[in-house]
């Protein structure tokens, strides 16, 4: 079966713009998880959600991101004018089950703010 | 709060010579362990993973992981590198039974 997918897979966006990133997990998958890779680092957790209730979204680095998966399946990960430090890879991963559990991971979309 | 350390950034490994990935992690009760590997470009891929019994984890390409509780490790390895191994590699810890705490990475090198 299909894995996780993110779209885009890259993203150029000035300063200011807005961006949303789409992420489509595996199918029957509970969880979806966001997270942020800078340049030469490991992934940080942004934000979790279980079918399409967000439980944690203490990862967020400001009230500029906002993430939604409104139906338990399809999730977006919106930021609102963009700057250069949120220039990172956005990856998607997806698990089964809530807790304790594999996830899978996305490809990532790079977006690169100038 | 969890974390991991991983406290070789960069490795460098002749082809077919032995390989040791460490990391340690810092956490009280008992860790639910993965190790991921990443190639340019692509999204990260689980090799293994420990959640419970024996230590000694097989995972997939040859690899292994053991965890040590007592040293607060769990070093991946493979007896034999192959070139198609290059790539940086990540070892995470689960915390509050979700959420991955990743360490900064390994980038392994294979020299032929």
């Known amino acids: 079966g299909a894995g996780v997918s993110q779209s885009p897979r890259y993203k150029v966006a000035k300063r200011g713009q807005d961006v949303a990133l789409r992420c489509d997990p595996i199918s029957g998958h509970v969880s979806l998880f966001w997270y942020q890779q800078a340049l030469g680092q490991g992934p940080e957790f942004l934000t979790y959600?279980?079918?399409?209730?967000?439980?944690?979204k203490s990862g967020l680095p400001s009230d500029r991101f906002f993430a939604e998966r409104p139906e338990g399946s399809v999730s977006t990960l919106k930021i609102q004018r963009t700057q250069q430090e949120d220039s990172a890879v956005y990856l998607c991963a997806s698990s089964l089950v809530a807790t304790y559990n594999e996830q899978f991971f996305g490809p990532g979309t790079r977006l690169t703010v100038l | 709060a969890q974390s991991v350390t991983q406290p070789d950034i960069h490795i460098t490994v002749s082809e077919g010579a032995s390989l040791e990935l460490r990391c340690n992690y810092s956490y009280g009760a008992t860790p639910y362990l993965f190790w991921y590997v990443q190639s340019p470009g692509q999204g990260l891929q689980l090799l293994l993973k420990y959640f419970s019994g024996d230590t000694l984890v097989q995972g997939i390409k040859g690899f292994e992981a053991e965890f040590k509780r007592s040293q607060s490790s769990f070093n991946l390895r493979k007896p034999s590198v192959h070139w198609s191994d290059a790539a940086e590699y990540f070892c995470?810890?689960?915390?509050?039974?979700?959420?991955?705490?990743f360490g900064a990475g390994t980038i392994l090198r294979v020299k032929s």
């Open positions: 959600f279980q079918n399409e209730a967000q439980l944690d």
């Open positions: 995470a810890v689960i915390e509050y039974g979700n959420k991955l705490v």
